[in-house]
């Protein structure tokens, strides 16, 4: 069954950005001159997916305000002739169709993908993580949706990560997949922010999922895992272990290409930095005004 459908969980509160998170759900914050979301939403949508569905909770109504029209801001835009900026704020209206639902207690991402159940049905979906953000240039999710529909299990994107930073992520036990593509493989089990030591491997879940609807009756079951939440990691790595018939299997995209961590400050920075150094508009001024600033800081 093709793939239409993206959930974007986005009810956490974004303490490591407090004050800034304090009135603005973090998805928000701008990365350049766009929020984090816009980009999350653009890559599901460069994939195929149009409808969207937003996992939201308390104070997060700038999120649907951002993709719903702003007729006065249109209108004095229209009024100046600045076709520009007009179809900047027209772009993320009608960029897809973006629904909302509320997780009302914070009890994990496994718990907030359970909420898109009734919106998803019973078809394939994905799940988009709006700290991680995937170049448009180096784009996983249509890759991720080819093997879900050769499989008809589901399908995670793994980052190669240093040792010492599995404990951020999932981490994820595999073996070769039958095929040409040696970044395309069986993932046998999934472990929710192990030790360093108790790792299976520095093969790291990034934000990036391809489900198949069995994930709804597993997590459904699911026990509250590592922190007291509903862990998505703990419905995979049951998901892993279960026949095909029954919706089973999990695989995994090795992504080798540009992703931005806006997550925590420090990456968030980076994040920004990098993305504008990219931008035909600001890339060249700044990439001179950076290599001057550097000089000044050995
Ligand atoms: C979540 C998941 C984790 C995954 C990570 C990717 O953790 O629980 O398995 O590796 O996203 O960003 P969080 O970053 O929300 O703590």
């Given at each position: 069954?093709?793939?239409?459908?993206?959930v974007i969980p986005a009810a956490g509160l974004g303490t490591r950005f407090l004050p800034a998170t304090k009135s603005t759900p973090k998805e928000m914050l701008p990365v350049v001159d766009k929020p984090a979301i816009q980009y999350v939403v653009e890559e599901a949508v460069a994939a195929g997916l149009e409808d969207v569905l937003m996992i939201t909770g308390r104070s997060k109504r700038t999120l649907a305000d951002h993709f719903d029209s702003v007729p006065e801001l249109e209108t004095a835009l229209e009024a100046k002739g600045d076709e520009k900026r007009l179809a900047e704020v027209r772009r993320s209206t009608e960029l897809a169709n973006v629904h909302f639902v509320r997780q009302g207690q914070p009890k994990g991402l496994g718990h907030a993908v359970l909420c898109a159940r009734?919106?998803?049905?019973d078809e394939p979906f994905a799940v988009l993580l709006g700290d991680d953000l995937i170049d448009e240039r180096d784009p996983v999710l249509p890759t991720m949706i080819a093997?879900?529909?050769r499989t008809g299990g589901s399908v995670v994107a793994l980052l190669e990560v240093d040792p010492e930073q599995v404990h951020l992520y999932g981490?994820?036990?595999?073996?070769?997949?039958?095929?040409?593509d040696a970044d395309q493989v069986r993932i046998t089990g999934l472990v929710e922010k192990p030790?360093?030591?108790?790792?299976?491997?520095?093969l790291a879940v990034i934000g990036r999922y391809v489900l198949s609807p069995a994930v709804f009756d597993v997590l459904d079951r699911t026990e509250p895992g590592r922190g007291g939440e509903i862990q998505l990691t703990d419905a995979l790595a049951t998901l892993a272990g279960m026949p095909a018939e029954q919706g089973g299997g999990v695989y995994g995209v090795v992504f080798r290409g540009r992703r931005y961590d806006t997550g925590d400050r420090l990456d968030y920075l980076k994040a920004v930095v990098r993305i504008a150094a990219d931008r035909p508009d600001l890339g060249p001024d700044l990439r001179a005004w950076l290599t001057e600033y550097v000089q000044t800081l050995t």
């Open positions: 069954m093709s793939i239409r459908k993206a009734h919106h998803v049905g093997l879900q529909q981490c994820a036990a595999v073996e070769p997949l039958e095929g040409d030790d360093a030591a108790d790792a299976p491997s520095n």
